[in-house]
């Protein structure tokens, strides 16, 4: 039995995707931001913020801040119901893509010690750790992995980003041929 990838488009967020940006944000963290923040985000000239939808409901979200030539990923959450569809590699991916066409030559994030998948899918897209953050979440004191890529403006890097494209869409493509000839 195969499993298939939900069709899921990601864009950018707009103030009114925030409601359920925010029901996501409270069933994937501890201590959420404010609904608020994100009206907030969405007026920062140096954020982006995409979400993720399917059928029209938004079902992940991530956001960044692009300073110079620095992108610094903010958030990244997909709610629990969806997870496993490689909803949150598409949303890195089209970070990554609009950090690029910002101008940024490097991207940083932090991502939970004990939070495996979320590092393996970074790792994928060449971040690698730098530094630990000690106590970092406030929620239960966990210590957070800063994780870095550099160079994502050279073509080696581009490249790299064309073919992990290839693979998580195309891949969507020929999973859904074969089920239809299937029927």
């Known amino acids: 039995m195969a499993i298939l990838i939900d069709p899921v488009s990601v864009e950018p967020m707009r103030r009114g995707d925030i409601q359920r940006v925010a029901g996501i944000e409270r069933r994937c963290y501890a201590i959420p931001w404010h609904e608020n923040a994100y009206y907030t985000e ?71 010690e004990h939070n495996v998948v979320a590092q393996n899918l970074y790792r994928k897209y060449g971040f690698r750790e730098a530094a630990i953050r000690k106590n970092y979440y406030t929620d239960n ?16 890097y581009l490249q790299r980003l064309r073919e992990l494209r290839h693979e998580l869409y195309v891949a969507y493509d020929e999973r859904i041929r074969n089920r239809d000839e299937l029927r």
């Open 42 to 112: 969405l007026s920062n000239r140096s954020a982006c913020y995409l979400v993720a939808r399917l059928e029209n409901d938004v079902v992940g979200y991530a956001g960044m801040w692009v300073i110079v030539d620095e992108a610094h990923i903010t958030t990244v959450a997909v709610d629990p119901i969806h997870r496993g569809k490689k909803i949150g590699e598409r949303l890195l991916q089209g970070l990554l893509e609009e950090a690029i066409l910002a101008g940024a030559t490097r991207a940083t994030l932090e991502v939970r």
């Open 141 to 156: 004191q966990e210590n957070a992995l800063v994780m870095w890529v550099d160079d994502i403006h050279l073509d080696s």
